[in-house]
């Protein structure tokens, strides 16, 4: 790991470690939910539920949560959005309800996977929401984990390991379309190719090269370019595949884990269907509030703070 990272990691972990306590967050928005839902919204609305380690984390549960900016969620008024979708990919990474209570706002960018220098340049300032929900009873969750995904693929949430990854990917390239002139990577319904050569290379990429993706550390295959690296980038860009996916089905904190090495912490993530928020049978929205950073010479704070979102809301620390 670079000094760099290392710095950045160190600073965030003094910043978390001056976090104080904050006000109750709000349930923002319900549709239909249940009273298991309900029971689960309201754990992570209030800061005081006990967190879980992350061994006593388990895969039961048929409910999932994603955050998300609120400002792509949620109306002025707090109604959903007609737009408003789980996220920007074909299929979407998640994670269990029990895996964020009690957690701060910055808590669970970290323990999700979010990179320091990630949450520094990208998070800061920006309103986020929790999404509990649940998929429709046509979704079935999958403990497949050596990629044998069955004919009707599109109807399971999956364990993202990597094997489960690469024949997911190639069976989202094999019905995507080619697009010469579009920009940037926004694909909700369908994978997209710039070009015909770059989906062809998606669709033949050697398996063994792929075990060497998956043995080799995202720095190491960036240092060694080549055909390992480019397609390590089509993960990314296509699958939100980012540097710190571990293939193990848990994420990594890179606080707590700034190495790698504690493969049994993280997290447990899935990966399943994208979905508009208006299809989904069961729904709560709660608020995270943003994360700021401010020196001591700001008007507004000394800390790096997270505060409730909305122009009404006391601005709290914790």
Not at 12 to 30: K, N
Not at 195 to 218: G, M, Q, R
Request: hydrophobic residues 40%; contains cysteine; proline residues 5%.
């Amino acid at each position: 790991m670079n000094r760099l990272i290392k710095l950045t990691i160190a600073i965030l972990f003094v910043l978390i470690t001056g976090i104080g306590t904050a006000q109750s967050r709000e349930i923002l928005f319900t549709a239909s939910p249940s009273a298991e839902l309900t029971g689960l919204a309201e754990k992570i609305k209030n800061l005081d539920t006990p967190t879980i380690p992350y061994a006593e984390l388990t895969r039961n549960s048929v409910y999932f949560v994603r955050i998300a900016p609120r400002k792509n969620i949620l109306t002025d008024n707090n109604q959903l959005q007609d737009n408003a979708i789980l996220g920007t990919r074909p299929f979407i990474f998640v994670t269990t309800p029990e895996g964020v209570f009690g957690k701060s706002l910055l808590d669970i960018y970290l323990d999700i996977g979010y990179e320091a220098g990630d949450i520094i340049h990208w998070q800061r300032d920006q309103e986020m929401v929790a999404i509990i929900f649940r998929f429709e009873d046509g979704i079935a969750i999958s403990d497949e984990q050596k990629g044998q995904l069955p004919d009707n693929w599109t109807k399971f949430v999956y364990i993202p390991t990597w094997d489960n990854m690469f024949v997911l990917f190639n069976r989202l390239a094999a019905t995507a379309t080619v697009d010469t002139g579009k920009q940037g990577e926004f694909a909700p319904v369908n994978l997209f190719f710039k070009s015909d050569a770059e989906k062809a290379f998606a669709l033949n990429f050697p398996d063994a090269v792929k075990k060497h993706i998956k043995e080799t550390s995202y720095a190491n295959l960036q240092a060694e370019g080549g055909d390992a690296w480019a397609y390590r980038k089509l993960l990314e860009n296509k699958l939100s595949l980012f540097g710190h996916f571990r293939g193990t089905g848990r994420t990594q904190n890179v606080i707590v884990d700034p190495d790698g090495t504690k493969t049994e912490n993280g997290l447990l993530e899935f990966v399943g269907p994208n979905r508009k928020l208006k299809e989904l049978p069961e729904v709560a929205i709660v608020e995270l509030g943003k994360l700021m950073i401010e020196d001591s010479f700001s008007v507004k704070s000394t800390a790096f703070k997270c505060v409730p979102a909305g122009p009404a809301k006391a601005k709290v620390r914790h």
